[in-house]
């Protein structure tokens, strides 16, 4: 079914994506940025059963709103940010080259579903397996200076790694430790799925219309869902602890519309959505940015959504938040203006 821009709008504005009385002018900025993102998890975490998958669109014209959130926001929670804009392309975080090439369109349009499915899913356990390496460096050094090293990672660990990641960062490139992290990341996955084997055997699926996950030979039999489950023990979050029940892994992709392919296409993004639902039950939030202010590209109307549950109204998806520069309300001049005035 086809709907217009305008429709589907509306349909989206009367759709509040977290709780009306929750208000982002309160309080300072940092505090501010702190909300969309617990506020849609909190809101959706009862229906994760019935939600596919835990993922939040930020649809943005204006650029450094999102970005700066998702910044602020990394201070304090764990956030592992990806850029995907063409490399080419001016910018500024600048693009993560090996992460964009490893997506980049034109190779994903020659790709059969099949064959798509199975080079996101090595992308996704390749990264949580980089990541836990990460962690456990750094962590073992903390247990050698008779430190709690998981204390320090509930505490210390988010914005160690957001210092890492945007260490030497200029308007031309990312720095050297985020370029290499990404290299591992690519190359990993790349090994994941050109060894011999490529994946064997399936695990058995929760649901009979669910994909079932994929095992990689190469990865020692694991799926994304083992090797998620092997990084969210490094917190070892204790049942009474404050951080239990919330989000304690953010993915960050910016400039996500390039995960997108032809309408009649499944994409990058179907892919990963569908790979992120087989996770829904560990603490991890997925946040997609895009400045093309496409909303319907990431949330369509349930009628028009790829998933048949999606459709059928078994499944719903965690609406979009969306924030507008100012220009966006502004009345245009009816004419130009002239010195004299």
């Given amino acids: 079914m086809s709907r217009s821009w305008k429709e589907t709008v509306g349909q989206l504005v009367r759709r509040p994506t977290f709780p009306s009385h929750v208000s982002l002018l309160e309080g300072d ?65 600048p693009s993560d080259d090996e992460v964009y090439h490893f997506f980049e369109p034109k190779l994903l349009r020659g790709m059969s ?61 990312q720095g050297e430790y985020r370029v290499n992290f990404y290299k591992s990341v690519v ?70 519309h390039t995960l997108m392919g032809p309408d009649d296409v499944a994409s990058a993004f179907t892919h990963l959505r569908k790979i992120l639902r087989s996770v829904r039950q560990f603490p991890l939030f997925a946040i997609f940015l895009s400045t093309t202010a496409q909303i319907p590209q990431f949330v369509p109307p349930k009628e028009d959504d790829s998933s048949a549950r999606v459709q059928s109204g078994e499944l719903s998806v965690i609406p979009p938040f969306c924030t507008l520069g100012w220009d966006q309300c502004a009345a245009p001049f009816p004419d130009p203006m002239t010195l004299s005035q």
Avoid at 226 to 243: F, M, Y
Wanted: glycine residues 4%; charged residues 25%; neutral net charge.
């Fill in 113 to 173: 579903p099949d064959v798509l499915r199975v080079h996101v899913t090595a992308f996704i356990l390749a990264l949580f397996e980089e990541c836990k390496k990460a962690i456990a460096t750094v962590m073992e050094d903390e247990r050698l200076r008779d430190n709690d090293p998981r204390e320090w990672l509930r505490n210390k660990g988010a914005a160690w790694f957001r210092d890492k990641m945007t260490e030497g960062q200029t308007i031309a490139s």
């Fill in 187 to 256: 190359a990993r996955a790349q090994q994941i799925v050109l060894a011999k084997g490529g994946y064997s055997g399936l695990m058995v699926k929760e649901k009979e219309s669910s994909p079932e996950p994929i095992k990689f030979a190469s990865a020692g039999e694991l799926s994304v869902v083992d090797t998620a489950n092997t990084l969210i023990q490094l917190w070892d979050v204790k049942d009474k602890s404050p951080r239990k029940g919330e989000p304690l892994l953010y993915m960050a992709f910016d400039e996500a």
């Fill in 29 to 93: 900025s940092w505090a501010g940025s702190q909300t969309p993102m617990p506020c849609s998890w909190k809101v959706f975490r009862p229906q994760f059963n019935s939600t596919h998958p835990t993922v939040c669109p930020v649809a943005d014209v204006s650029r450094i709103p999102p970005l700066s959130c998702v910044d602020e926001f990394s201070r304090a929670s764990f956030v592992i940010p990806m850029n995907l804009r063409n490399p080419t392309a001016r910018g500024f975080p």
